[in-house]
C-alpha cells in the first residue's frame, strides 16, 4: 500500500469515526431540549468546553436557565453533577474538604465535599469572596485536591462551570484575574426570543415535571471523543492566523485599540482557542479546522482575558468590542 493510499485510509477512517460520535452529540443536544427550550449558544459552549477539557464561566441575570441546562446536560452524559450555592459566609473547606471529629473513636477523618465529582457548578461564584474563590484554582489547573501531604486526582472528565450575576454590586466580590485565568470561555445567556419563551412557559407550566431524559453517552465514549479531537488537523495557515490574533493584543500595531489594553492574551489562550476550534470542526463533523471555527469562539475564548484600562471603562469599551476590531484587522494567511 502506498503512503497516499495509507493516509487517504487513515482519513477515511476518521471521518467515520468522527461521523458517529458527531451524531451521538446531536441526540444528547435534542435530548437536553426536551427540557430546555432555546439556548443553543449556552449547550454548544458547555459541550466545547467538555470536549475541550476546559472550564466555563456563565454570566446574566438569574432565572435563565442556567443551572438546569448544567443540570439536565449532566443526565444525558452520565456524569456525576454538584451544585455549590456561593455565599460570602462560605469557607474554602465547604468546598473542597474538612477534618471531622469521631467522638466514639476519638481520631479525625477526612471529609471529601461537593468538587469531587465531574460536573461542578460554582452558583454565583462572584458572591463568596476571594479565598474561597482561590480554592477552586488547584483543582481547576491540576484536576487534582491536595489535603495535608496528599494529593488526590479528581474524576475525570471534570469541569467547573460558574454562574456570576452581572447586575448586582452590592455583597459581590469580583474574580481575581488569577481565577478568570482558569476559565477557557465567558458565555453570556441572553433572553430567549418570543416563540421560545412562550414554549418555555407552557413546558415548565404543563408536563415538566414528567419529562424524563436519557442517558446518551457514558465516561468511555467521552473519552474517546476527547481523544478523537487531538486529531482533528489544524493547518500551518491556522496555526499562523490564531497567532496573529493573539500577537494583535501585544504589538499595538492596531491604533484603534492599542491605547485601551493594559495586559495582552498569554500562549494559553491561543492554544484553548485552537482547541475549541477543533472541536467545533468534530460537531460540524469536519477532520479539519477552517478559519470561521477560530472566529466563531474568539469572542468567548478571548475577550474576558483582556485586562483593559481606565481610558476603556470610560469609553465604555469591553472585550468583546475587542477582538471584534481584530479579527476585522487581522487576515487569514
Known sequence: MTKENLEQNNTEDLQEKINKLADKITEVKNEVHKKIVGQENLIESLIIGLLAKGHILIEWVPGLAK???????????????????????????DLIWAEIFNPKT???????????????????????????????????????????????????????????????????????????????????????????????????????????????????????????????????????????????????????????????????????????AKVLALLDKRTFVIPEDIKKVAKSILSHRLVLNYEAISDWITGEKIIEEILRSVKVV
Do not use: C
Not at 69 to 91: C, E, I
Open 67 to 93: 443551572t438546569l441546562t448544567v443540570d439536565t446536560l449532566s443526565k444525558t452524559l452520565g456524569l456525576g453533577f454538584n451544585r455549590v450555592q456561593f455565599t460570602p459566609d462560605l469557607l474554602p473547606s
Open 106 to 276: 476519638g481520631e479525625f477523618s477526612i471529609k471529601r465535599w461537593p468538587i469531587f465529582n465531574n460536573f461542578i457548578l460554582a452558583d454565583e461564584i462572584n458572591r463568596a469572596p476571594s479565598k474561597v474563590q482561590s480554592a477552586l484554582l488547584e483543582a481547576m489547573a491540576e484536576k487534582q485536591i491536595t489535603i495535608w501531604n496528599d494529593s488526590f486526582k479528581l474524576d475525570e472528565p471534570f469541569i467547573v462551570l460558574a454562574t456570576q450575576n452581572p447586575i448586582e454590586q452590592s455583597g459581590t466580590y469580583r474574580l481575581p484575574e488569577a481565577q478568570l485565568d482558569r476559565f477557557m470561555m465567558k458565555v453570556s445567556v441572553d433572553y430567549s426570543d418570543k416563540i421560545s419563551e412562550i414554549e418555555m412557559y407552557k413546558k415548565v407550566t404543563w408536563n415538566f415535571e414528567d419529562i424524563e431524559i436519557n442517558n446518551i453517552l457514558n465516561k468511555e465514549e467521552i473519552k474517546e471523543i476527547q481523544s478523537l479531537v487531538k486529531e482533528i488537523h489544524v493547518s500551518e495557515s491556522i496555526f499562523e492566523y490564531v497567532w496573529d490574533i493573539v500577537e494583535a493584543t501585544r504589538n499595538k500595531k492596531i491604533t484603534s485599540i492599542a491605547k485601551y489594553l493594559e495586559y495582552w492574551i498569554s500562549p494559553r489562550w491561543g492554544i484553548s482557542l485552537i482547541n475549541s
